[in-house]
């Protein structure tokens, strides 16, 4: 069995009023095993897309590359745009070395409840995918529980949108088409893309989730 320990802090700056929320990194990344064209940072990936996704929005210019300079260029979006990265789970246990969701065992969440009341300004939570098992929404109801909340349905299209209240704070989360290849069928067999794709044939899956990562990540 592995033990896979997430390798990254929270990063949460002061002004923050998002916050973005995953799993965790592949194991190379707790590892040190990094490949080319790897960021040493949350979401550094080269086979994720949520930087791709940021880059095309923002037109930030960013390196795809292991070296302090990519990481400091991701910092600073985050700092200017108050958006913070604080993925669901702290460590799992792995019968399989690999990046799924499906395949962790023995979850040890991060206590987001604490973190949401340790940042108030905090009032929207993007999760990088929905509520499958082992998902970061299937984790975060697994943690309101604990606090005897839940999620009230605010739109049922994806991406869902849901709220909570949280010391008489409403906080909204909504649950986007996950940036990895893993859910690009998903996004495939969606209507709304069929017809842009029927538009527009060099549309592609990264397209559609600038498409719908924009509405969100440019909101105040």
Not at 83 to 112: F, N, Y
Not at 211 to 219: V, W
Request: aromatic share 10%.
């Amino acid at each position: 069995m592995f033990f896979h320990q997430h390798p990254y802090a929270p990063f949460i700056p002061e002004n923050a009023t998002k916050l973005i929320v995953g799993t965790l990194p592949p194991p190379r990344f707790s590892t040190g095993e990094l490949k080319e064209g790897d960021v040493d940072f949350c979401y550094g990936s080269r086979d994720g897309m949520l930087w791709q996704i940021i880059d095309q929005i923002f037109h930030l210019g960013l390196k795809y590359e292991n070296t302090r300079e990519a990481i400091e260029q991701r910092e600073q979006f985050l700092i200017r745009h108050g958006i913070g990265i604080s993925d669901m789970v702290e460590s799992c246990m792995r019968e399989k070395v690999d990046a799924s969701d499906i395949g962790m065992t023995e979850v040890v969440l991060r206590d987001q409840i604490d973190i949401l009341r340790r940042h108030p300004s905090i009032h929207t939570l993007l999760f990088t995918g929905g509520n499958s098992k082992n998902g970061p929404e299937y984790f975060f109801r697994k943690l309101l529980k604990k606090y005897d909340l839940g999620l009230k349905v605010i739109a049922n299209d994806v991406p869902r949108v849901h709220q909570f209240v949280l010391d008489g704070q409403t906080i909204n989360t909504i649950s986007l088409i996950a940036p990895s290849g893993s859910a690009n069928r998903a996004v495939g067999s969606m209507e709304l893309y069929k017809h842009l794709k029927r538009k527009n044939p060099d549309f592609n899956t990264v397209d559609f989730r600038v498409m719908q990562y924009r509405e969100f990540l440019e909101a105040d």
